[in-house]
């Protein structure tokens, strides 16, 4: 079977490198794909987002199935334009997108469900917004309804803070019509953590959990950036948490959208804040998380293919997912001055070092390849990964690698895995004590 897959960062890296190794696959294509990804499949100069040529792609090359990375085309209804045609596309319809492509939607959908998120009040006039600040107390949330590329959360102190993002959103229209409607929720507090599950529309299966570290500076400080890093499992998650959440929150999400008539497959991100009443759901996404993912599937010892294949055809509870009893913790390494001003262009040197490792794979988020020579072409350049028998030997072979790595006005933070450190830490001190 010929694979596609529909991104060009290192989460679209993953999934091919993934995907290749599967018996039932022939060839990988990616689209538009980059540097590192073309060292697993031929990449194809077509967007990730223009939907027209990539179905005239997967028509013409007898594509056996398309794996969508990014949410954009998700959400603009690539899958009811593939199977229209016939063709075989793991995502979400256009419909069942609509919990990522929709805040306002998605908080509707979860008070209907009695599934746990913030208190909340959606507004399409910015006047109504304003007044409604008069009788809430701070921090608050201010949520853009639509896609923002990740910008549009804006977490307000206090009430002038939260008329200029009202401002900025609904008068400025800095995010456009994706800011045509918003929503205001109390700000939670706790930890955070990425859960994600594969559903054929009336079942489905959980992966193993994981953590983004979102900010740009070590201690979570500085502006939000696409993800630093990431690391799989995490304690913070353990079996009677998943539990919790798969009963609270997974199963009334897919129960919920099948009963309404908008079955959901695919994938499914719940981002989830443990506070100590138990979890709430933060946001929900209908694709893989970056950089979750480059940390999730190196552990993975099924068949990716097969389960999503299980997803578009049915029969997701048939598969029984099996891991790595590793941990695997993912760095970014990123263009100096990212999320803000950066260079591109850098040439990047040591790759062939990291290669030699065993349990250590790059993932490439922005690279091009030229003369057999690997340049930065983004924000995000590089996703190390490594894998280790417990979350300190995974940090102490990731930064390894990333030691090896160089390239000119190179940024990564340090302190990628060390919440889990952290946390296991203190979850020893409390049972020592219990004890004595
Ligand atoms: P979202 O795109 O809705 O996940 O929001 C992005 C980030 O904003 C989350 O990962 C959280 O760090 C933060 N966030 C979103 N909603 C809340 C909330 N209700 N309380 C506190 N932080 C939040
Ligand atoms: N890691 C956050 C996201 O994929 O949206």
Same mark, same amino acid.
């Given at each position: 079977m010929?694979?596609?897959?529909? *991104? !060009?960062?290192?989460?679209?890296h993953?999934l091919?490198?993934?995907?290749?190794q599967?018996?039932?696959?022939?060839?990988?294509?990616? $689209?538009?794909?980059?540097?590192?990804?073309?060292?697993?499949?031929?990449?194809?100069d077509?967007? +990730?987002?223009?939907?027209?040529?990539?179905l005239?792609f997967?028509?013409?090359?007898?594509?056996?199935?398309?794996?969508?990375?990014?949410?954009?085309?998700?959400?603009?209804?690539?899958v009811? !334009?593939?199977?229209?045609?016939?063709?075989?596309?793991?995502?979400?319809? &256009? %419909?069942a997108?609509?919990l990522e492509?929709?805040?306002?939607? +998605?908080?509707?959908?979860?008070?209907?469900?009695?599934?746990?998120?913030a208190?909340?009040?959606?507004f399409?006039n910015?006047?109504? $917004?304003?007044e409604?600040?008069?009788?809430?107390e701070f921090?608050?949330v201010?949520?853009a309804?639509g896609?923002?590329?990740?910008k549009? %959360?804006?977490?307000?102190n206090?009430?002038?803070?939260?008329?200029?993002?009202?401002?900025?959103?609904?008068?400025? #229209?800095?995010?456009?019509?994706?800011?045509?409607?918003?929503?205001?929720?109390? @700000?939670?507090?706790?930890?955070?953590?990425?859960?994600?599950a594969?559903?054929d529309g009336?079942?489905?299966?959980?992966?193993?959990?994981?953590?983004?570290?979102?900010?740009i500076?070590?201690?979570?400080?500085?502006?939000?950036?696409?993800?630093?890093?990431?690391?799989?499992?995490?304690?913070?998650?353990?079996?009677?948490?998943?539990?919790t959440?798969?009963?609270q929150?997974?199963?009334?999400?897919?129960?919920?959208? !099948?009963?309404?008539? /908008?079955?959901?497959?695919?994938?499914?991100?719940? *981002?989830?804040m443990? @506070?100590?009443?138990g979890?709430y759901?933060?946001?929900?996404?209908v694709?893989?998380g970056?950089?979750?993912?480059?940390?999730i599937?190196?552990?993975?010892?099924?068949?990716?293919?097969?389960?999503?294949?299980a997803s @578009?055809?049915?029969?997701?509870?048939?598969?029984?997912?099996?891991?790595?009893?590793k941990?695997?913790?993912?760095?970014?390494?990123?263009s100096?001055?990212y999320p803000?001003? =950066?260079?591109k262009?850098?040439?990047i040197?040591?790759?062939?070092?990291v290669?030699?490792?065993?349990?250590?794979?790059?993932?490439?988020?922005?690279? &091009?390849?030229?003369?057999? &020579?690997? =340049?930065?072409?983004?924000?995000?350049?590089?996703?190390? /990964?490594?894998?280790?028998?417990?979350?300190?030997?995974?940090?102490?072979?990731?930064?390894?690698?990333?030691?090896?790595?160089?390239?000119? #006005?190179c940024?990564?933070?340090?302190?990628?895995?060390?919440?889990?450190? &952290?946390?296991?830490k203190? +979850?020893? #001190?409390?049972s020592? #004590?219990?004890? !004595?």
């Amino acid at each position: 079977m010929k694979v596609l897959v529909i *991104g !060009s960062g290192a989460r679209e890296h993953a999934l091919a490198w993934k995907i290749k190794q599967s018996p039932l696959v022939d060839k990988v294509f990616c $689209a538009p794909g980059n540097g590192g990804i073309s060292e697993v499949a031929e990449c194809v100069d077509i967007p +990730a987002d223009d939907i027209e040529s990539l179905l005239k792609f997967a028509i013409d090359n007898e594509i056996g199935l398309t794996v969508v990375g990014p949410e954009v085309a998700l959400v603009e209804g690539i899958v009811d !334009s593939f199977e229209k045609e016939g063709l075989k596309i793991f995502g979400p319809s &256009k %419909v069942a997108a609509k919990l990522e492509g929709s805040k306002v939607f +998605a908080k509707e959908f979860m008070y209907e469900c009695n599934i746990p998120t913030a208190p909340f009040e959606t507004f399409d006039n910015v006047n109504d $917004a304003k007044e409604f600040l008069n009788h809430v107390e701070f921090p608050l949330v201010v949520k853009a309804d639509g896609l923002a590329a990740g910008k549009g %959360v804006i977490i307000c102190n206090d009430i002038k803070e939260a008329l200029k993002a009202l401002d900025e959103i609904m008068v400025e #229209r800095i995010f456009s019509e994706a800011g045509n409607s918003i929503v205001i929720e109390e @700000c939670l507090k706790g930890e955070e953590a990425s859960i994600l599950a594969v559903s054929d529309g009336e079942n489905y299966i959980v992966l193993d959990s994981s953590q983004d570290h979102k900010r740009i500076f070590d201690d979570d400080l500085g502006p939000n950036t696409g993800g630093m890093g990431a690391y799989s499992p995490t304690p913070i998650i353990n079996d009677t948490m998943m539990l919790t959440v798969e009963e609270q929150i997974i199963k009334p999400t897919i129960q919920g959208m !099948s009963s309404d008539g /908008t079955p959901f497959k695919g994938v499914l991100y719940v *981002g989830v804040m443990l @506070c100590e009443d138990g979890p709430y759901v933060l946001e929900y996404n209908v694709r893989f998380g970056d950089p979750e993912t480059q940390s999730i599937l190196p552990r993975m010892k099924n068949d990716l293919v097969e389960v999503m294949l299980a997803s @578009c055809d049915g029969g997701i509870d048939k598969i029984k997912l099996e891991w790595e009893n590793k941990v695997c913790v993912c760095v970014v390494m990123s263009s100096g001055g990212y999320p803000g001003k =950066y260079q591109k262009g850098k040439e990047i040197n040591g790759l062939d070092l990291v290669k030699t490792k065993t349990d250590v794979v790059v993932f490439h988020a922005g690279t &091009k390849k030229e003369d057999e &020579k690997y =340049y930065t072409t983004s924000g995000r350049v590089l996703g190390v /990964t490594a894998m280790g028998r417990g979350i300190e030997e995974a940090i102490s072979n990731v930064y390894d690698a990333v030691e090896l790595i160089k390239f000119d #006005r190179c940024f990564f933070r340090r302190d990628i895995g060390a919440k889990a450190l &952290k946390f296991i830490k203190q +979850a020893k #001190r409390v049972s020592s #004590r219990i004890k !004595s």
